[in-house]
């Protein structure tokens, strides 16, 4: 996936991710043959909603209201939002492409069937929506620095203050951070937890620092979508039930 117009380097980096996830998700999955697609405006037009496709060669370009917006690469899964009939890109496709379709039942149920392919569909899946949520970012910059969505921290730099009031809960998606109360080291935070989320249900400020130990790709949430989320994804909560747990244990054995 090649997405367009000017990006920073974490782009790319979340863009290589997504190519290996694909490729170590589907490495086991059986072989169909390839087909050719005539040229299009509109893939859709040509081929059924309830298939998904992996490019395997060729040109296939996405718009969003007219405008190029991606080219799509060699291994990138197409057609996930057209099965769900959710809102989706124009897919325009070029002479001599080729690609490998699946039923949409099909690709889903292999990567259900067990929960080492469920993680690495979840983390394919967050990492997507990171690159296409900070597109859209970028492409719709306001004079406010942003301080939900995707953010990229520099080792050091502060992701929360203690004391600061608290909106936002944070996942880190990429590298780790350490925690800090009253300038001492208490803890870390890893890939995948959640973090941040103690002072929004309470309402009090930040309870501790915490900066990243090495290049972080972070996710924040505004404390309304993360109430939602957790009501309608109850693993959700599960996971942050364990990270807070992980936690406290750590503080605690840092007191005795």
Known sequence: ?????????????L???LKKLAHKLFEELPDVPAISLNASTDLYELES???LFIVQHGNLSGYHNDQLCMYFEKGDIIGLTECYQLPSLRIAVEDNTQVKPYSA???????????????????YLLTLVSLYQD??????????????GFLNFEPGQTIIKQGDEAHEV??????????????????EVLTDEIFGAMAVFT?????????????????AVPQEE?????????????TLIENMARQIKALNSKIQ
């Open 135 to 148: 597109a859209y970012g970028r492409n719709h910059t306001t004079k406010v620095e942003p301080s939900t």
């Open 226 to 238: 993360f109430v939602t989320l957790i009501k309608s994804h109850p693993q959700t909560t599960m």
């Open 49 to 51: 909603t309830e298939s």
């Open 15 to 17: 863009t290589d991710r």
């Open 203 to 219: 309402g009090e400020t930040r309870s501790a620092t915490v900066k990243a130990a090495e290049p972080c790709a972070i996710l």
């Open 170 to 187: 944070f996942t880190i998606l990429q590298g780790k951070a350490d925690v800090f109360v009253d300038e001492v080291k208490v803890g």
């Open 105 to 123: 039942d099909t690709l889903l149920k292999f990567v259900n069937e067990t929960k080492e392919r469920q993680a690495i569909w979840n983390s």
């Open 1 to 13: 996936m090649l997405l367009l117009g000017e990006r920073p380097a974490y782009v790319d980096q």
